[in-house]
């Protein structure tokens, strides 16, 4: 499967398995499906029947509400059913909202920001130790950057020669409540990376020609490599780009997954069946205009007195 | 305690070169022989314990065992979630080494005085809970969590705890420890409090009192066993920790205890749920807070009068 098909099998997923679940993030798994599916289809080393295989790279989703697109690769990558996604969320299932270590293919567990760094870096590391040449990837997100400890795992992989280690931002601007800018700002993002010392790689992160190039040619030159991977929240459904509302809503029954299914169709690569709706959806429900491209921004409506009138521009 | 810990620890990475320490900037002179006699098996991870023990889950999961270590409460509650979710959720072979049980660092201040650790290390799932009472203990706990895989905590003293036993050459994670046998009390102690206990068995026999005594190097799981003989052959089981009451070692033998139909009734010593604010060193800071071996006596002649 190429990354292309790869990424757009992650986003249908990702469509149904919220649909499905009443799940949350859906905005994430678009913003970073395109990280994934050329991760899955072009980079990472693994072995579907042997999961822990010793040469294998190791891989951490420290986004871990983004999880659906990992199950989704991973499905379709063949470590379990793909018939499986549906039960996301549900009772008895093994896949929980974030990313679930007891799931074949899945190394390490996550859903608290600020963990995955680090522990991708003691994994970086015992490989130095070991002599061993497999890599450690892992995918955080531009508001988990907010966390003290991304900071403490970021001097502490440049202080050790990591450059085994491959940090993946996917840095779509956005975070639960806002813009990241008008949250607790990390801009300028790649400054901040490349004065902790790493090498920085700054790209278009739904773009996978730049995504395969920026993966394939890590430095090994002592030290980590970032990826600062430049997204959009909701990429591929046109409605939910961009709009914050996408982080928490999942998309219901109606014009909202008839919408998601149908914008995702316009952009399906060749060769791709879609398991859930093959012919797409016929006479799709339309959106009441007014209903769609809405600020729902905490700063939309949010204007504390005490704040200086120029912050809040 | 802590000498022989690393003491201890340098001979086991002789063998095992899967041994790991990962110091959070801490350890100055006690870390340095093993440093020198391992430099590859050891990480200064500076200042940063949320990393730092990440870090040692990521290497865990790579097989090595990994002793993390800082002092107070730098090792556990500032990183606990990170113990919870990637060290004991994954059953990472980490050992979560703490020096400065209780008052160790007295005059330091509040911040330095780990007195909640034991409550809240064992309240999570996957985490084995140890707190030696001297340096056989110390020595006997150090071989012992080295082999066992999962997820420890322990908890030690600084140095010059006098010696409890000879020898443990029967030293097992779980299991309490007689040190003398007697009647109607039984006095149960963890880690270097028992110190104080055993001048408080002193002034107890001058009383009249011979309590039997047990240490409990293994708070996590506890030894349900012999709290469950004690129970019901004694009158009067008094537990000393130097740490507060709340969710602490009394607390883990009162819920053994409360589900046995009849128990011998209990006395818990420790911090009365409180934070120290007095200045002073360990010794005063013990009998300020009611747990000098004097304290410990007194109150338990109270109880039996």
Redesign the interface.
Same mark, same amino acid.
């Given at each position: 499967m190429t990354s292309e098909q790869l990424a757009w099998k992650i986003r249908r997923h990702g469509v149904e398995m919220t649909h499905l679940s009443g799940g949350s993030h859906i905005g994430a798994v678009m913003s970073v499906a395109d990280i994934i599916g050329v991760l899955y289809a072009d980079i990472l080393k693994f072995d579907v029947n042997n999961p822990k295989s010793d040469n294998r790279d190791r891989f951490i989703l420290s986004k871990g509400h983004a999880g659906a697109a990992i199950y989704a690769a991973l499905a379709e990558c063949g470590f379990f059913d793909t018939e499986e996604l549906k039960t996301h969320y549900r009772n008895g299932s093994r896949l929980s909202g974030h990313v679930s270590?007891h799931v074949p293919g899945v190394?390490?567990?996550?859903?608290?920001l600020?963990?995955g760094l680090?522990?991708?870096?003691?994994?970086?590391?015992?490989?130095k130790?070991?002599g061993k040449s497999h890599k450690?990837y892992v995918v955080l997100g531009d508001g988990e950057c907010n966390e003290?400890?991304v900071w403490?795992?970021a001097? #502490?992989a440049v202080? #050790?020669g990591l450059d085994n280690l491959v940090c993946i931002v996917d840095h779509n601007k956005m975070q639960s409540l806002d813009f990241c800018d008008k949250t607790l700002s990390t801009t300028p993002l790649k400054g901040i990376w490349e004065s902790f010392g790493w090498n920085v790689v700054d790209i278009n992160g739904n773009d996978h020609e730049q995504l395969r190039n920026a993966l394939s040619g890590i430095k090994a030159n002592n030290k980590p490599t970032v990826i600062i991977a430049n997204t959009v929240k909701g990429k591929g459904i046109p409605y939910m780009e961009n709009d914050i509302l996408w982080h928490y809503r999942f998309p219901h029954d109606g014009w909202e997954y008839d919408q998601a299914v149908s914008e995702l169709h316009k952009t399906k690569p060749e060769g791709v069946t879609d398991p859930y709706t093959p012919d797409g959806i016929q006479n799709p429900e339309m959106p009441d205009e007014k209903e769609i491209h809405l600020d729902n921004t905490m700063s939309a409506t949010y204007k504390p007195t005490w704040f200086r009138k120029e912050q809040q521009q | 305690m802590r000498d022989t810990f690393f003491k201890t620890l340098t001979e086991l990475a002789d063998e095992n070169k899967n041994i790991e320490v990962v110091t959070g900037d801490l350890g100055f002179g006690v870390l340095k022989p093993f440093w020198e006699a391992h430099p590859d098996q050891m990480i200064n991870a500076g200042i940063a314990e949320q990393n730092l023990t990440s870090v040692a889950a990521g290497m865990a999961l790579e097989g090595k065992t990994v002793f993390t270590y800082s002092i107070g409460n730098f090792p556990t509650l500032r990183c606990l979630e990170q113990i919870r979710n990637d060290c004991a959720y994954h059953n990472a072979n980490v050992k979560v080494i703490c020096v400065g049980g209780g008052f160790v660092y007295g005059s330091l201040g509040m911040s330095h005085h780990a007195t909640e650790d034991i409550a809240v290390m064992r309240s999570l799932p996957n985490v084995t809970v140890l707190c030696p009472g001297d340096l056989v203990e110390a020595e006997a706990v150090t071989r012992a969590i080295a082999k066992y895989p999962g997820t420890c905590y322990v908890r030690l003293g600084r140095g010059g705890e006098k010696r409890i036993h000879e020898s443990l050459p029967d030293f097992r994670i779980g299991k309490a420890i007689p040190v003398s046998e007697g009647e109607k009390v039984a006095i149960f102690s963890t880690g270097a409090i028992f110190e104080e206990v055993e001048i408080a068995q002193e002034t107890l026999k001058e009383n009249g009192i011979t309590p039997t005594v047990y240490t409990f190097p293994t708070v996590k799981p506890i030894d349900k066993e012999v709290i469950t003989k004690i129970a019901a052959t004694h009158e009067l089981i008094v537990t000393c920790e130097e740490h507060n009451l709340s969710g602490g070692f009394g607390s883990a033998v009162a819920e053994v205890l409360a589900e046995l139909p009849s128990h011998a009734r209990l006395l818990r010593i420790g911090m009365n749920d409180e934070y120290s604010t007095l200045v002073g060193d360990q010794k005063y800071l013990r009998d300020q807070y009611g747990m000098s071996g004097e304290k410990i006596a007194q109150r338990i002649l109270l109880e039996v009068k």
């Amino acid at each position: 499967m190429t990354s292309e098909q790869l990424a757009w099998k992650i986003r249908r997923h990702g469509v149904e398995m919220t649909h499905l679940s009443g799940g949350s993030h859906i905005g994430a798994v678009m913003s970073v499906a395109d990280i994934i599916g050329v991760l899955y289809a072009d980079i990472l080393k693994f072995d579907v029947n042997n999961p822990k295989s010793d040469n294998r790279d190791r891989f951490i989703l420290s986004k871990g509400h983004a999880g659906a697109a990992i199950y989704a690769a991973l499905a379709e990558c063949g470590f379990f059913d793909t018939e499986e996604l549906k039960t996301h969320y549900r009772n008895g299932s093994r896949l929980s909202g974030h990313v679930s270590h007891h799931v074949p293919g899945v190394d390490f567990s996550t859903g608290s920001l600020g963990h995955g760094l680090s522990a991708a870096a003691g994994m970086a590391l015992a490989a130095k130790q070991d002599g061993k040449s497999h890599k450690s990837y892992v995918v955080l997100g531009d508001g988990e950057c907010n966390e003290g400890s991304v900071w403490e795992a970021a001097l #502490f992989a440049v202080h #050790f020669g990591l450059d085994n280690l491959v940090c993946i931002v996917d840095h779509n601007k956005m975070q639960s409540l806002d813009f990241c800018d008008k949250t607790l700002s990390t801009t300028p993002l790649k400054g901040i990376w490349e004065s902790f010392g790493w090498n920085v790689v700054d790209i278009n992160g739904n773009d996978h020609e730049q995504l395969r190039n920026a993966l394939s040619g890590i430095k090994a030159n002592n030290k980590p490599t970032v990826i600062i991977a430049n997204t959009v929240k909701g990429k591929g459904i046109p409605y939910m780009e961009n709009d914050i509302l996408w982080h928490y809503r999942f998309p219901h029954d109606g014009w909202e997954y008839d919408q998601a299914v149908s914008e995702l169709h316009k952009t399906k690569p060749e060769g791709v069946t879609d398991p859930y709706t093959p012919d797409g959806i016929q006479n799709p429900e339309m959106p009441d205009e007014k209903e769609i491209h809405l600020d729902n921004t905490m700063s939309a409506t949010y204007k504390p007195t005490w704040f200086r009138k120029e912050q809040q521009q | 305690m802590r000498d022989t810990f690393f003491k201890t620890l340098t001979e086991l990475a002789d063998e095992n070169k899967n041994i790991e320490v990962v110091t959070g900037d801490l350890g100055f002179g006690v870390l340095k022989p093993f440093w020198e006699a391992h430099p590859d098996q050891m990480i200064n991870a500076g200042i940063a314990e949320q990393n730092l023990t990440s870090v040692a889950a990521g290497m865990a999961l790579e097989g090595k065992t990994v002793f993390t270590y800082s002092i107070g409460n730098f090792p556990t509650l500032r990183c606990l979630e990170q113990i919870r979710n990637d060290c004991a959720y994954h059953n990472a072979n980490v050992k979560v080494i703490c020096v400065g049980g209780g008052f160790v660092y007295g005059s330091l201040g509040m911040s330095h005085h780990a007195t909640e650790d034991i409550a809240v290390m064992r309240s999570l799932p996957n985490v084995t809970v140890l707190c030696p009472g001297d340096l056989v203990e110390a020595e006997a706990v150090t071989r012992a969590i080295a082999k066992y895989p999962g997820t420890c905590y322990v908890r030690l003293g600084r140095g010059g705890e006098k010696r409890i036993h000879e020898s443990l050459p029967d030293f097992r994670i779980g299991k309490a420890i007689p040190v003398s046998e007697g009647e109607k009390v039984a006095i149960f102690s963890t880690g270097a409090i028992f110190e104080e206990v055993e001048i408080a068995q002193e002034t107890l026999k001058e009383n009249g009192i011979t309590p039997t005594v047990y240490t409990f190097p293994t708070v996590k799981p506890i030894d349900k066993e012999v709290i469950t003989k004690i129970a019901a052959t004694h009158e009067l089981i008094v537990t000393c920790e130097e740490h507060n009451l709340s969710g602490g070692f009394g607390s883990a033998v009162a819920e053994v205890l409360a589900e046995l139909p009849s128990h011998a009734r209990l006395l818990r010593i420790g911090m009365n749920d409180e934070y120290s604010t007095l200045v002073g060193d360990q010794k005063y800071l013990r009998d300020q807070y009611g747990m000098s071996g004097e304290k410990i006596a007194q109150r338990i002649l109270l109880e039996v009068k």
